[in-house]
């Protein structure tokens, strides 16, 4: 029985829009998480808090970094590895001269 009630709090009907409903589903969207949108009993779309959403993105992003950086590192060897040294004289760069920014200049 809690699937069924889990399932009928996180649904909503195209029809209750068309009902003029829109401002309280928005509001229940922010105050209780996503909802899934039927039309015709079948799921159309997701509702979300921009927050959500950001947060949805992020995760996303982190794990294709995550993957890209397990990938790299799967295909490291020694013919393809640069030394520290070695970089800041390609790029004729000294990393010690180099002041650290705050979490503040990020955002």
């Known amino acids: 029985m ?3 009630k889990e399932i ?7 029809s209750e829009f068309n ?4 401002g309280r589903i928005f509001d229940d969207v922010k ?3 996503s909802k ?3 039309k015709n009993n079948v799921p159309e779309c997701v509702l979300m808090s921009p927050d959500e959403y950001i947060r949805l993105i992020d995760e996303l992003e982190d794990a294709k ?9 799967a295909n490291m060897n020694d013919d393809n590895i640069v030394s520290m040294e070695e970089f800041e004289k390609e790029f004729n760069i ?5 002041e650290p ?4 200049e990020i955002e």
């Open 2 to 4: 809690d699937l069924v």
């Open 8 to 14: 009928t709090r996180k649904t909503v009907s195209i």
């Open 19 to 22: 009902r003029g409903l829109a």
């Open 31 to 33: 105050e209780n998480g």
């Open 36 to 38: 899934i949108v039927l």
């Open 65 to 73: 970094d995550l993957l890209l950086a397990e990938k790299r590192l």
């Open 94 to 98: 000294d990393f010690d001269k180099i």
């Open 101 to 104: 920014i705050s979490e503040d």
